[in-house]
C-alpha cells in the first residue's frame, strides 16, 4: 500500500520538485538539509500530509547531493557529510574531471539513499516494537541526556 500511494504521479511530483528544490539549496555553502527543510516548509502548508512527507524527504536527499557539488567544484563543502568529498572531487577537477566526479558522486548517493531505504524498510518493524516497550524510566533519561 506504501509503495502505491509513493508512486501516485503528484507524490512523485512533489518528490521531484523537493529534490530539485533540495539540490539547489543544498548547492548554497553553509546551509544542509535541515535548513533547506526549514526554508522550504511554507511551500507546504496547503498540500496533503503524505505528499508534503515525501516532498520533505526529496528536500532531505536532494540537499545532501547538493553539498557534494559545491565540495567537488570550489573545495568548499556545504555541509558536514561533504568535507571528505572535498578531498578527492576537488583534486578530480582540478584535474579536468569534474564531469566524473559530479557523476561518481551522484551515483554514489543513489546506492547510499537506495540501500539506506532498504534497510529502514526491514528494521521498521523491530525498531517499531522497541519503542512501543518505552515507558516513564526511558523517557526520563531521553530528556535527561537529551
Known amino acids: 500500500m506504501g509503495l502505491s500511494t509513493a508512486l501516485q504521479p503528484i507524490n512523485l511530483l512533489y518528490c521531484f520538485v523537493g529534490v530539485f528544490c533540495g539540490t539547489l539549496v543544498g548547492v548554497l555553502p553553509g546551509i544542509g538539509p535541515p535548513g533547506a527543510i526549514a526554508l522550504l516548509l511554507p511551500v507546504t502548508f496547503h498540500v496533503p500530509p503524505v505528499s508534503a512527507i515525501i516532498m ?21 563543502p556545504g555541509e558536514a557529510s561533504s568535507i571528505v568529498t ?61
Open 86 to 146: 572535498c578531498l578527492d572531487g576537488y583534486q578530480m577537477a582540478r584535474k579536468g574531471r569534474a564531469g566524473p566526479a559530479l557523476g561518481i558522486a551522484a551515483f554514489g548517493s543513489f546506492i547510499a539513499g537506495t540501500g539506506s531505504i532498504f534497510g529502514l524498510i526491514f528494521m521498521a518493524p523491530a525498531l517499531a516494537e522497541f519503542g512501543l516497550r518505552f515507558g516513564p524510566p526511558e523517557y526520563f533519561s531521553l530528556i535527561v541526556f537529551g
Open 56 to 76: 520533505f524527504c526529496g528536500i532531505m536527499y536532494g540537499a545532501q547531493y547538493g553539498g557534494s557539488t559545491t565540495s567537488i567544484l570550489v573545495n568548499i
